[in-house]
């Protein structure tokens, strides 16, 4: 048999990773990639509404699957998912992006194309995409089956975005040499480690908790990139030490687990004691590296000293001024599952769970009363995605019932990002509900792949907060301003108008409203648009202080 070409050998190579879907948009240049990709028996050709949203829903995807394929064509498809695919490297999630570019006949010749600047230079959108990933290629026949293993391996050990680029011609080409045949992600090592850095990191963290009394783990959403959930539900449990999560990392471990102390967010934890146990510890056991950012600090009113805190990030261990490198993360957690102690003592020392029910039958719907509703709603097995705006605080200082877990984008915070990466999600989440909650100005920017979900049938629970504005933007700085308005909608008639057949789409107004339809939910078998009316007075600047804290803008005082 004559070798496949590049794009088959490519999309193939790819989905032995265990992808079956590929997000995307087509273009001329890459229609030898979308052709293979349409052939493909194991792959699937996901159509979405425009690139940025394709990448979204690769990231939402890649968050349940471990990794996910975006296609694009060159310059204008490309360069609409940049800012989709950079989230993807701040959240560490191993997205390939394949590229079609114009072919080597036409670039040699330097013939002037569409989709360029019209001076004869082809290469210059390459290093923008490239700067989203973390390694990157131009396939040529001769160095396709060489360069596509180093690809899948740089991205799946470092967990970030690839960028893979096949000029037009070359991607019609049979690849050179002997075709491999690859394994799925949950067989492969992502990394491995140096044995004299790993016994030395272990043994210092192992002898660190030997002699703590009251430790505390932080476990990060790294743990659940490198596919490790299990493991470290194994070690918690092993160990029986209680751990915190921050918002960032909320949905890494089940909060229905005995050991569940709450959400760590410095003065803004919830319930506020588990701000007191974690500063309180006598050792922080970071697992997977937090990020100290605003937003997953309390602005940054974390205080933990650097000699409690032990760091296990992907490939480095610290602990004070001590560091081990080339040290593997599912190495450490795995050495911790053996040799760890068993702690104690009594794990959490306060109760904590629903959020309590407030509001009167006829009374208007507000976050006091929809939210402890959304928490007894969920149940096990649901994914809940939380768009960037105010739900996002509410939903993450929000318990979340035993088996349900959650994503978010709490670092890069690009609006618009839950409604694509939702559908993403459902896409890849086979076993249980995918609900999302989002405000209306998020939605707005990515609203239209409504009609993708319709499309493929997919079932989500789709919960958009109309409060009219840009509500979180005024809670940061101050009410009234003509930029923080949006453009009205009516936004439960978009499911309809957008193609969606069986769609359950309602508006609700009142506690009452809210409560048929949430009693409806719980024999729906069919997706779900609930358009929920949000008074815009609820969003309230924040003191100014506050804000201060946030931005700095204050010139400090001089001694
Ligand atoms: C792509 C992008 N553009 C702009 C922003 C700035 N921004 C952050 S939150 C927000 C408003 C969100 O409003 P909405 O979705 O209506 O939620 P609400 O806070 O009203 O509940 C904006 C504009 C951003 N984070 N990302
Ligand atoms: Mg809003």
Not at 105 to 116: A, E
Not at 198 to 203: I, K, M
Not at 428 to 451: C, E, F, K, M, P
């Amino acid at each position: 048999m004559p070798n496949p070409t590049i794009a088959e050998y490519l999309v193939k190579r790819l989905s032995d990773l265990g992808i079956d879907k590929v997000f995307g948009v087509p273009g001329d240049y890459a229609f030898p990639i979308d052709d293979a990709i349409e052939v493909c028996p194991t792959l699937q050709w996901v159509a979405c509404a425009n690139e940025l949203n394709a990448a979204y829903a690769a990231d939402g995807y890649a968050r349940l699957k471990g990794a996910a394929i975006l296609s694009t064509t060159y310059a204008v498809g490309e360069l609409s998912a940049l800012n989709g695919v950079m989230g993807s490297k701040a959240h560490r999630l191993p997205i390939f992006h394949l590229v079609g570019a114009p072919s080597r006949r036409i670039t040699h010749q330097r013939l002037i194309t569409h989709h360029t600047l019209g001076d004869g230079s082809y290469g210059n959108f390459e290093d923008l995409s490239a700067a989203a990933c973390c390694v990157r290629a131009l396939l040529t026949p001769d160095n396709a089956i060489e360069e596509i293993e180093r690809v899948i391996r740089e991205a799946l050990r470092q967990s970030e975005p690839a960028y893979i680029v096949v000029p037009m011609d070359y991607a019609k080409m049979p690849v050179v040499g002997a075709p491999i045949i690859g394994q799925p992600i949950q067989n492969i090592k992502r990394q491995s480690s140096v044995a004299i850095e790993l016994q030395g990191a272990l043994h210092a963290v192992v002898s660190r908790l030997k002699a703590a009394k009251n430790p505390v783990i932080l476990p990060s959403a790294l743990l659940a990139r490198y596919g490790l959930k299990n493991k470290l539900n194994e070690f918690v449990t092993k160990s029986n030490i209680p751990f915190a999560v921050a918002p960032m990392d909320k949905g890494v471990m089940d909060e229905g687990h005995p050991c569940f102390l709450g959400l760590y967010n410095g003065d803004r934890s919830s319930p506020l004691q588990t701000r007191d146990v974690v500063q309180g510890a006598d050792l922080i056991l970071d697992l997977g590296g937090i990020i100290l950012e605003d937003l997953n600090t309390g602005l940054w009113s974390d205080v933990i000293p650097s000699d409690k805190i032990i760091s296990i990030h992907d490939n480095w261990v610290q602990l004070g001024t001590k560091l081990f490198s080339s040290v593997a993360l599912e190495d450490m957690l795995n050495g911790l599952i053996e040799h760890a102690p068993r702690f104690n003592g009594k794990t959490s020392a306060f109760k904590f769970d629903q959020l309590p029910l407030s509001g009167q039958p006829s009374d208007k719907i507000g976050s006091t009363s929809l939210y402890p509703r959304i928490q007894r709603m969920l149940r096990s097995g649901d994914v809940l995605v939380i768009e960037t705006g105010t739900c996002m605080f509410h939903l993450a200082s929000m318990r979340l019932p035993d088996g349900v877990s959650c994503e978010s984008q709490t670092l890069w915070g690009s609006i618009g990002w839950a409604t694509p990466a939702a559908f993403g999600v459902c896409m890849a989440n086979t076993q249980g509900r995918t609900i999302i909650v989002t405000g209306d100005g998020s939605h707005q920017l990515t609203l239209n792949d409504i009609a993708a979900m319709g499309r493929y049938k997919i079932k989500p629970i789709i919960f958009v907060l109309n409060n009219g504005i840009y509500g979180i933007e005024d809670v940061l700085s101050e009410r009234g301003h003509e930029y923080d308005n949006i453009a009205p909608a009516n936004y439960h008639l978009i499911p309809k108008a957008l193609g969606c057949i069986d769609w359950l789409s309602k508006r609700v107004e009142t506690i009452k409203d809210l409560e048929e339809t949430l009693e409806t939910l719980k024999t729906h078998d069919q997706a779900a648009y609930i358009e929920v009316m949000i008074p815009e007075i609820e969003s309230q600047p924040f003191p100014e202080e506050i804000i201060n804290q946030l931005y700095k803008f204050r010139t400090p005082h001089a001694n």
